[in-house]
């Protein structure tokens, strides 16, 4: 049974930091591919960062610069360092992961397994 949790969200001012992580367990190996998304009331989903096996990551032009993704393979958990924030990064942020060669690792249909979301507000 595969289970991620995220963690890390909550309230700050535009210009403030915050770090999400995402606890991943019920696989041995760590994820073929892992990313964050996000999703406003009434909005589709989008993708903030995704990251693979091998380290390589890509990002989303509105995060670009403010957002890091990165991955302890050894604790199983995916982070997203979120510095400059801003009013419109106001969302709830989920991780995704999927563990097998999906087409690509840039869209919500790539991943099957999702965590329950961890919600960020940014105030101005």
């Known amino acids: 049974q595969v289970h991620l949790v995220e963690s890390g969200g909550g309230s700050v001012q535009a210009g403030g930091s915050l770090r999400l992580s995402c606890a991943a367990s019920?696989?041995?190996?760590?994820?073929?591919?892992m990313a964050w998304f996000r999703q406003a009331p009434g909005k589709e989903r989008e993708r903030v960062a995704s990251i693979g096996s091998d380290g390589t990551t890509s990002y989303a032009d509105s995060v670009k610069d403010r957002f890091t993704i990165s991955k302890d393979n050894a604790k199983n958990t995916l982070y997203l360092q979120m510095n400059s924030l801003k009013p419109e990064d106001t969302r709830i942020y989920y991780c995704a992961a999927v563990w097998w060669y999906p087409p690509t690792c840039l869209y919500s249909t790539d991943f099957p397994y999702w965590g329950q979301g961890t919600q960020v507000t940014v105030s101005s």
């Open positions: 019920g696989y041995t190996h760590s994820a073929y591919c």
